[in-house]
């Protein structure tokens, strides 16, 4: 009779064992990890129309413009809180969107080629709008681009090499 209680106590000690470790295995996949995967910067520069003349008939000489952006891969749809960017030791002033399509054509390079940056299947893409006062008369030389912020309260860090200069459009 105690053979019998003891191998039905063993068994249920075995089952419920069996229960919790599942319930924690459940709990650790469910805690999903939530990073910045990739981050890709832009630069056009915006060119003028129709150019205004002085009364000699002189083009007048205008400011350069550039556009700068920057997007962002994540593994989440969480919106990054984003605390600085810098162009080398420049702070840069920001506006963060979701983009809502999963694949990005940044435009055309220099030499002529589409420019994809991306196609998220499993990520997000948000892009960064830079104010272009901040970093107007800024001369981008290779320096690298550093962002630094917080992502489901997790800390994250990330440097981007390079800027890709793209094909500017016209305005007029």
Known sequence: MFSKFYVVNYSMKKLILFFVCTLFLNFCIAQKKCSVLNGMAYVTTILPGNIPVDENGNPRKLKENKMREIYLVTNCDVLPQIKA??????????QITKWTKNSLQAGIDLQGEKVIMCEATDGYLWKIDLNSESLQSFVYTNQKIYIEGNIKKRPFKLIIKKETALQGMPTY
């Open 85 to 94: 960017i810098k162009y080398g030791n420049r702070a840069a002033k920001f």
